[in-house]
């Protein structure tokens, strides 16, 4: 009888530990350990790398190679990989209109498992005059590692570029209203687009 009951212990446990266990990735609180915020930052560098040496065949790498990339721009959008290099090349046919790119004030935020966005300011230092602006970008993971599935880069027209320094009252305003503008509608399209996916 003791037997019998050791058996019917052991089999109840196992059959409330099966049940009770919740399954693989659900109620899994997404924290920002969740992101590998080196990893991201690291594709980053090498476009940014990629931008300076005029090569950007090697700068779209960051992009996921897929007919559903998107792009938003200041006046357009594009669709697709494709779409933005050729997107790219339009607006910069040489080495000397790609000038030298820098990013600054980068924030990675974790979405979900798997999914970040990050915020940054652009800035190209060249001979034609100065440009730069803000960005919103989200990244997925993938097998071959973190991509950037959408981009939103918008120019800022701002006093900064007309000689004074970029860290004019005006032009920090005029840059943190943009780029308040602009995360508000980055994260509606985040949570949609990870949501899709």
Request: with cysteine; net charge neutral.
């Amino acid at each position: 009888m003791s037997r019998r009951l050791i058996l019917f212990a052991l089999a109840f446990t196992l059959l409330v530990t099966t049940f009770l266990r919740p399954a693989p990735g659900r109620n899994k609180k997404t924290t920002a350990g969740d992101v590998d915020r080196d990893t991201i930052t690291a594709v980053l560098e090498d476009q940014k790398e990629a931008w300076n040496r005029g090569d950007l065949t090697d700068f779209m790498k960051g992009y996921w190679n897929s007919p559903e990339l998107t792009f938003a721009g200041k006046d357009s959008f594009a669709r697709g990989w494709e779409a933005v290099l050729q997107r790219y090349k339009r607006s910069y046919p040489d080495k000397m209109s790609m000038g030298h790119l820098e990013f600054t004030d980068l924030e990675v935020r974790s979405l979900c498992a798997g999914s970040a966005l990050v915020f940054g300011k652009w800035h190209l230092a060249r001979t034609s005059g100065d440009v730069g602006g803000i960005f919103t970008l989200v990244f997925q993971r993938f097998s071959e590692g973190w991509r950037i599935v959408h981009d939103h880069t918008t120019g800022v027209e701002c006093p900064c570029f007309d000689g004074l320094t970029s860290t004019s009252p005006a032009t920090e305003c005029a840059m943190n209203r943009t780029f308040q503008d602009q995360e508000r509608k980055s994260l509606a399209y985040s949570y949609l687009h990870t949501h899709s996916i």
